[in-house]
Nanobody, 118 residues
Framework: QVQLVESGGGLVQPGGSLKLSCAAS????????MAWYRQAPGKERELVAV???????NYADSVKGRFTISRANAKNTVFLQMNNLKPEDTGVYYC????????????WGQGTLVTVSE
């Protein structure tokens, strides 16, 4: 069984920083795309940042220049460094990965809450 476990969420003041981590575990042959999504209260889940197996990245316009996605392939881990956080960044952040095990799996983590408030 493959699973993703996120960590690093919490309460931070506007202008502050947080770093999220997401580690994949289980029988994993390879991981292609890894991504972070978020869901604010009363809103739909949205893509925040994505990184391919080759390291190419893409970001939502709302986080460009403030967030950085990276990965440690040897540890099957993806990170999201979030700087200059704003109240509108508040939400549950979910990790997603396209994992190749005995079959292709689209896998989600359980989510970690980020709250940006005074």
């Amino acid at each position: 069984q493959v699973q993703l476990v996120e960590s690093g969420g919490g309460l931070v003041q506007p202008g502050g920083s947080l770093k999220l981590s997401c580690a994949a575990s289980g029988i994993i042959f390879s991981i292609n795309t890894m991504a972070w999504y978020r869901q604010a209260p009363g809103k739909e889940r949205e893509l925040v940042a994505v990184i391919t197996g080759g390291g190419a990245t893409n970001y939502a316009d709302s986080v460009k220049g403030r967030f950085t996605i990276s990965r440690a392939n040897a540890k099957n881990t993806v990170f999201l460094q979030m700087n200059n956080l704003k109240p509108e960044d508040t939400g549950v952040y979910y990790c997603h990965a396209a994992i190749r095990t005995y079959r292709e799996l689209e896998t989600w983590g359980q989510g970690t809450l980020v709250t940006v408030s005074e």
